[in-house]
C-alpha cells in the first residue's frame, strides 16, 4: 500500500500479483523446509526424546546412552549434517514463512485456523527454546563428548531451578506439537492423506502422537528431578583440553 | 414489530485511491431481506442515517442466487456473498466492507481480475479448438463426473483467497479456486493433455507450495467445493512430478 501511495495517487493499487507460471525456486525450498521438519529433525526428536526416557531406567543407562551416542562414529559430521544444518533451515525458513502469513485467526476463528496460527508461534517458541538449550547443553558447560558420566549431573544442574522445569516443559510441549501437527501438514501437502474424513483422522493422529511425547518428555524431565543428585566429579573440571573441542574428533572419549 | 429497523454501516471508498469511509443506515425491517435488498433501500433512498444525503452504494451482483459469484464481500467481517447473506440471520448493525485483499474500484466493487489471471496461468480449460472436427471425446466414467461436478461449480467469488492468510502481497499465493480448477481439468480425458503444464505452472512463485493448511478456504467456500482435498490432491500431482523430473528429465 506505500509503495502506491507515494506514487502521487495515480497509478491503481495493485493488490496481489498472479502467479508466476512455472518459475522461481520457493517450490524446492517450500517443500525442502516440510522434508527437513520430518526428517531429519523430526526423528532427531524422536531419538532425542527415547535416548532422554534412558533416565526411567536409572543414572548409569542414561549415561550409557550418551556415551553410545557420543561415541558414534563421525558424531560431528552426523551433529553437523544430521542435526544442526537441518535445524537451522527448518528455523530460518519457518521463520521467514510466518514473517510473510497475514494472520487472520481474529476475523476467522476456526479450528484449521488455530492449528495454522499454533504452528507458527510453536515454531518460533521452539526455535528460542532451541537455541538457549543447545546453548547451555551441547557448546558450554562440561562437555559430555569428553565426560558421558557427567550426563545426568548436567541435567540435573540445569533443571535445579523450579523456573528452568517450567522453560523445559513448555519447550517440550511446544516442540512435541509442531511435530505431531507437522506431521498432518507434511502428509497433507505430499498429498498422502488427500481425502476429508482421511485429513480430519491424520490431524488427530498427529495432535494425538504430539501430545504423547509431550507426556513422555514430561515424565523424562519429572524423573531427572526426582532422582537423588548426583554427585560433581572434579574430574571433569579438570582442563584437560578446553572447551573449543567441539572440532575434537569423538576418538578422544574414554 | 411495525417499527422494527434493520441497522446497517457500510465501508465505502468513491474511488481507487480516495479514502475509505463509513456511511450508516437504518430502514424499516421487512421479512426475508437479504444484504443486496439493503443496498436496493439505499438506492431507493440514499439517505444515511443521521439524514444526511448520499449516493446509492457501487456493487457487484448479477444472479442473486448464489451462482454467479459476483457479490462476494465482507459481511461482518467474513467473505460470503451478500444475496445468500439473509438479514434474519445477522448480527446487527451489519457490517458490510469490500474484501479488503482486492483493490477497490469504488464501495463494495473490487478488482478480482487476479483470479482470471491465474486461471489463465494454469491453463484452466480443455483445449478443444483446431482446424477440423475432433469428434465426440472420450467417456468420463460417473465416478470421476461425481467429483468433477463439485469442483466446476466453482463461481469465482474469490471468498477463499479473501479469507486465506497466505494470500497476500507477499507471498503472491494462487489461492484455493485457481488449484482446484487445475485438479478439476487434469481429471478431464481431454483436459489432462495439458496436466503436466499446469502442474509446472503451480510449482512456480506463489504456486501450491504457499498453502499453509489454515483451511478457512473450504470453510468459508459457498459452494462447499472440497478445496483443501484438492489441494492435498494437486500436492500429490506436482511431487509425483517434481520427482519424476529429478530423475528422468
Given at each position: 500500500m506505500?509503495?502506491?501511495a507515494?506514487?502521487?495517487?495515480?497509478a491503481l493499487?495493485?493488490?496481489?500479483?498472479?502467479l508466476?507460471a512455472g518459475?522461481?525456486?520457493?517450490?524446492l525450498?517450500?517443500?525442502?523446509?516440510?522434508l527437513?521438519?520430518?526428517v531429519?529433525?523430526?526423528?532427531?526428536?524422536?531419538?532425542?526424546?527415547?535416548?532422554?526416557a534412558e533416565?526411567?531406567?536409572?543414572?548409569?543407562?542414561?549415561?550409557?546412552?550418551?556415551?553410545?551416542l557420543?561415541g558414534l562414529?563421525?558424531r560431528?559430521?552426523?551433529?553437523?549434517?544430521?542435526?544442526f544444518?537441518p535445524?537451522?533451515?527448518?528455523?530460518?525458513?519457518g521463520?521467514?514463512?510466518w514473517?510473510?502469513?497475514e494472520?487472520?485467526?481474529?476475523d476467522?476463528?476456526?479450528?484449521g485456523n488455530?492449528?495454522?496460527?499454533?504452528?507458527?508461534?510453536?515454531?518460533?517458541?521452539v526455535?528460542?527454546?532451541?537455541?538457549?538449550?543447545?546453548w547451555?547443553m551441547?557448546?558450554t558447560?562440561?562437555?559430555?563428548?569428553e565426560?558421558?558420566?557427567?550426563?545426568?549431573?548436567k541435567?540435573?544442574?540445569e533443571?535445579?531451578?523450579?523456573?528452568?522445569?517450567?522453560?523445559?516443559?513448555?519447550?517440550?510441549?511446544a516442540?512435541?506439537?509442531?511435530?505431531?501437527y507437522?506431521?498432518?501438514?507434511?502428509?497433507?501437502k505430499w498429498?498422502?492423506v488427500?481425502?476429508?474424513?482421511a485429513?480430519?483422522r491424520?490431524?488427530?493422529?498427529g495432535?494425538?502422537?504430539g501430545?504423547?511425547?509431550?507426556?513422555?518428555?514430561l515424565?523424562?524431565i519429572?524423573s531427572f528431578?526426582?532422582?537423588?543428585?548426583q554427585?560433581?566429579n572434579?574430574?571433569?573440571?579438570?582442563?584437560v583440553?578446553?572447551?573449543?573441542?567441539?572440532?575434537?574428533?569423538?576418538?578422544?572419549?574414554? | 414489530?411495525?417499527?422494527?429497523?434493520?441497522?446497517f454501516k457500510?465501508?465505502?471508498?468513491?474511488?481507487?485511491?480516495?479514502q475509505p469511509?463509513?456511511?450508516?443506515f437504518?430502514?424499516?425491517?421487512?421479512?426475508?431481506?437479504n444484504?443486496?435488498?439493503?443496498?436496493m433501500?439505499?438506492?431507493?433512498?440514499?439517505?444515511?442515517?443521521?439524514g444526511?444525503q448520499?449516493?446509492p452504494?457501487?456493487?457487484?451482483?448479477?444472479?442473486?442466487?448464489?451462482v454467479c459469484?459476483?457479490?462476494a464481500?465482507?459481511?461482518?467481517?467474513?467473505a460470503?456473498?451478500?444475496?445468500?447473506?439473509?438479514v434474519?440471520?445477522?448480527?446487527?448493525?451489519?457490517q458490510i466492507?469490500p474484501?479488503?485483499?482486492?483493490?477497490?474500484?469504488?464501495?463494495?466493487?473490487?478488482d478480482?481480475?487476479?483470479?482470471?489471471?491465474?486461471?489463465k496461468?494454469?491453463q484452466?480449460w480443455?483445449?478443444?479448438?483446431?482446424?477440423?472436427?475432433?469428434?465426440?471425446?472420450?467417456?468420463?466414467?460417473?465416478?470421476?463426473?461425481?467429483q468433477a461436478?463439485?469442483?466446476?461449480?466453482?463461481?469465482s467469488?474469490?471468498?477463499?483467497?479473501?479469507?486465506?492468510p497466505?494470500?497476500?502481497?507477499?507471498?503472491?499465493?494462487?489461492?484455493?479456486?485457481?488449484?482446484?480448477?487445475a485438479?478439476l481439468?487434469?481429471?478431464?480425458?481431454?483436459?489432462?493433455?495439458?496436466?503436466e503444464?499446469?502442474?509446472?505452472?503451480l510449482?512456480?512463485?506463489?504456486?501450491?507450495q504457499?498453502c499453509?493448511?489454515?483451511?478457512n478456504?473450504v470453510e468459508?467456500?459457498?459452494?462447499?467445493?472440497p478445496?483443501?482435498?484438492?489441494?492435498?490432491?494437486?500436492?500429490?500431482?506436482v511431487?509425483k512430478?517434481a520427482?519424476?523430473?529429478?530423475?528422468r528429465?
Amino acid at each position: 500500500m506505500a509503495s502506491t501511495a507515494q506514487s502521487a495517487n495515480t497509478a491503481l493499487p495493485k493488490g496481489v500479483s498472479p502467479l508466476r507460471a512455472g518459475t522461481g525456486t520457493s517450490f524446492l525450498w517450500r517443500r525442502l523446509h516440510s522434508l527437513t521438519g520430518i526428517v531429519p529433525v523430526g526423528l532427531f526428536l524422536l531419538e532425542h526424546l527415547i535416548s532422554n526416557a534412558e533416565i526411567l531406567n536409572g543414572a548409569n543407562a542414561y549415561n550409557g546412552q550418551v556415551k553410545f551416542l557420543t561415541g558414534l562414529p563421525f558424531r560431528l559430521w552426523l551433529e553437523i549434517f544430521g542435526i544442526f544444518l537441518p535445524l537451522l533451515y527448518h528455523a530460518a525458513y519457518g521463520v521467514y514463512i510466518w514473517w510473510r502469513g497475514e494472520n487472520n485467526v481474529i476475523d476467522y476463528a476456526l479450528k484449521g485456523n488455530w492449528f495454522y496460527t499454533l504452528q507458527r508461534y510453536t515454531g518460533v517458541l521452539v526455535f528460542a527454546y532451541v537455541a538457549f538449550h543447545l546453548w547451555t547443553m551441547r557448546f558450554t558447560g562440561i562437555h559430555l563428548t569428553e565426560h558421558y558420566d557427567a550426563s545426568v549431573w548436567k541435567v540435573q544442574t540445569e533443571l535445579a531451578h523450579p523456573l528452568m522445569i517450567a522453560v523445559y516443559a513448555v519447550g517440550m510441549l511446544a516442540a512435541c506439537w509442531h511435530f505431531g501437527y507437522g506431521l498432518f501438514l507434511f502428509a497433507a501437502k505430499w498429498g498422502i492423506v488427500t481425502g476429508e474424513k482421511a485429513q480430519k483422522r491424520a490431524q488427530v493422529l498427529g495432535i494425538a502422537l504430539g501430545l504423547l511425547l509431550t507426556l513422555l518428555g514430561l515424565v523424562t524431565i519429572y524423573s531427572f528431578v526426582t532422582r537423588p543428585a548426583q554427585e560433581k566429579n572434579p574430574l571433569w573440571e579438570q582442563p584437560v583440553q578446553e572447551q573449543s573441542q567441539l572440532m575434537a574428533p569423538a576418538a578422544t572419549v574414554r | 414489530m411495525a417499527n422494527k429497523t434493520v441497522q446497517f454501516k457500510i465501508k465505502r471508498q468513491d474511488g481507487p485511491n480516495s479514502q475509505p469511509y463509513w456511511d450508516e443506515f437504518e430502514i424499516p425491517y421487512r421479512l426475508g431481506l437479504n444484504v443486496i435488498s439493503l443496498f436496493m433501500e439505499v438506492a431507493l433512498n440514499p439517505v444515511t442515517r443521521e439524514g444526511k444525503q448520499t449516493t446509492p452504494v457501487n456493487y457487484d451482483s448479477n444472479c442473486l442466487e448464489e451462482v454467479c459469484g459476483s457479490c462476494a464481500m465482507l459481511i461482518n467481517g467474513k467473505a460470503r456473498m451478500a444475496c445468500s447473506a439473509l438479514v434474519d440471520n445477522l448480527e446487527q448493525p451489519i457490517q458490510i466492507e469490500p474484501f479488503s485483499k482486492f483493490p477497490v474500484v469504488r464501495d463494495l466493487q473490487v478488482d478480482r481480475s487476479v483470479l482470471f489471471e491465474n486461471l489463465k496461468a494454469v491453463q484452466a480449460w480443455v483445449p478443444i479448438d483446431g482446424t477440423y472436427d475432433l469428434g465426440s471425446g472420450p467417456r468420463v466414467l460417473p465416478q470421476v463426473q461425481e467429483q468433477a461436478y463439485r469442483l466446476s461449480q466453482c463461481m469465482s467469488c474469490s471468498c477463499c483467497m479473501e479469507a486465506c492468510p497466505q494470500f497476500n502481497e507477499s507471498t503472491g499465493f494462487v489461492g484455493a479456486a485457481t488449484i482446484a480448477q487445475a485438479r478439476l481439468f487434469n481429471m478431464h480425458p481431454t483436459g489432462k493433455v495439458l496436466k503436466e503444464e499446469r502442474l509446472a505452472a503451480l510449482m512456480g512463485d506463489g504456486g501450491i507450495q504457499e498453502c499453509g493448511y489454515a483451511q478457512n478456504c473450504v470453510e468459508v467456500c459457498p459452494k462447499e467445493i472440497p478445496l483443501t482435498k484438492s489441494i492435498s490432491d494437486v500436492g500429490g500431482q506436482v511431487m509425483k512430478k517434481a520427482v519424476l523430473d529429478f530423475f528422468r528429465v
